[in-house]
């Protein structure tokens, strides 16, 4: 659900689908591979709330984003399976966990579609060409809803405002580099390489 990063190349123009980060896993798998703790391919909540923690967030954030995501996607992820008390999140089956009225960035594939990415900004970023205001992010939340989706309306809206509160700068802008490193999965690296740096500076001071 969180800062600048290199942006995603390559676009195939019969698909408007970004590949240069599919060698081995779509984007999406990419998107929540940071969580995998033990790189086991399956994401647990625990390992969902030491994964928040690590790129900032505190308890209470931390713990309702390991039962809220774990929650929500796990047995949409383990199709076939019986649903377990542990809530395993599936990374090979992630692209089963999408959500209705979302952003279609990721598509049913989980693959990165270039021009819907762009299209949030062309519709949307009216202040500043490259990020979104709070408001600005509202109404882009609402230009996806799809009718009486009321799970996907509350999934986007909590996945994008955690965004905004994590990733936001001084001026309430949420930039189009940041959201990128979401949908490819470089953010949350970046994030806490970042958190565990400023920590260490504080021990040396």
Not at 132 to 147: A, H, I, M, V
Request: aromatic letters at 12%; glycine letters at 8%; charged letters at 25%.
């Amino acid at each position: 659900m969180s800062s600048s990063l290199a942006g995603l190349t390559a676009t195939s123009a019969a698909e408007g689908t970004d590949i240069s980060h599919q060698e081995d896993g779509n984007v999406l798998q990419k998107h929540v591979a940071f969580f995998d703790q033990n790189n086991d391919g399956v994401v647990y909540p625990w390992e969902t709330f030491r994964g928040f923690r690590e790129i900032g967030c505190g308890l209470l954030l931390s713990s309702f984003a390991a039962v809220f995501i774990n929650l929500g996607l796990s047995a949409k992820t383990r199709t076939g399976k019986y649903s377990s008390l542990l809530l395993p999140v599936e990374i090979n089956n992630i692209n089963k966990a999408k959500h209705g009225s979302d952003s279609g960035v990721y598509d049913t594939q989980g693959r990165f579609v270039n021009s819907k990415f762009e299209e949030m900004f062309s519709k949307h970023a009216n202040t500043n060409s490259s990020a979104l205001t709070s408001d600005e992010l509202t109404g882009f939340l609402k230009s996806n809803r799809e009718p009486k989706d009321y799970k996907g309306w509350f999934a986007s809206y909590t996945e994008w405002k955690m965004l905004y509160f994590l990733c936001k700068d001084k001026d309430g802008l949420l930039h189009k580099d940041t959201i990128r490193g979401v949908y490819d999965g470089t953010l949350f690296e970046r994030m806490a390489k970042e958190r565990k740096r400023n920590l260490s500076d504080k021990k040396s001071a």
